[in-house]
């Protein structure tokens, strides 16, 4: 399921930034329900720990309130800004706690969107492992672009690559996920070799 920020009119979320640096509760009430499903999700798909991506989301938001209000006022699109700023957090956290993110720690990520592409089929479990085994960068994308909902061009802004880039690394993605996710003709058609056996048993007798 997508973030309340799609909801919000234009410029809302920018607004409530600027509101939040300002000391405003209820801008900041507003900020952390609307940005941080999107951008745990985000942090998640990076460092594969729900612990470590909540930790992230923490000290993206702490972080926030540190940084000069006249950089925020000049902030122009909050959601692709939160994202480079929650990437930044997660990335150190990588390179900080390597042993950690050997734990298994397994999260649906199930959206309408990656449904509609890859079935309704597809259990929670399944898509979860099939997103893990991804590479990072283009699980990263994948996020970005399914849980957060963020356009191509604001993927550029939050991860820093080509906007050509990414949109061939959702592509790939997609592809390599409908591969492992979705059976082929041939394999769901084969009959099992014990199954043939049987059956012709069946017939002669």
Not at 57 to 77: E, K, Y
Not at 129 to 150: F, Q, S, T, Y
Request: glycine residues 4%; hydrophobic residues 40%.
């Amino acid at each position: 399921m997508q973030n309340d920020w799609t909801k919000l009119e234009p410029g809302a979320l920018e607004r409530a930034l600027k509101a939040c640096r300002r000391g405003d509760e209820h801008a900041a009430r507003l900020l952390y329900a609307s940005v941080t499903p999107g951008l745990r999700a985000h942090a998640r798909s990076i460092l594969r720990d729900d612990n470590l991506a909540e930790d992230a989301v923490q000290s993206t938001m702490h972080r926030m309130m540190s940084i000069s209000p006249l950089r925020i006022a000049r902030v122009r699109d909050a959601r692709a800004w939160l994202s480079t700023l929650v990437r930044r957090e997660a990335l150190m956290l990588l390179r900080s706690n390597r042993r950690r993110l050997r734990r298994e720690l397994h999260r649906s990520i199930e959206t309408p969107s990656t449904v509609a592409t890859l079935g309704s089929s597809i259990s929670h479990e399944q898509l979860t492992h099939a997103m893990d085994a991804l590479p990072r960068k283009v699980r990263e994308v994948l996020v970005l672009k399914h849980v957060v909902g963020l356009t191509f061009d604001q993927i550029a802004v939050a991860t820093g690559l080509n906007r050509n880039t990414a949109a061939g690394m959702h592509r790939r993605g997609i592809i390599r996920l409908q591969r492992q996710l979705t059976p082929s003709e041939t394999e769901s058609t084969k009959i099992n070799p014990e199954q043939s056996v049987r059956r012709g048993t069946e017939h002669h007798a």
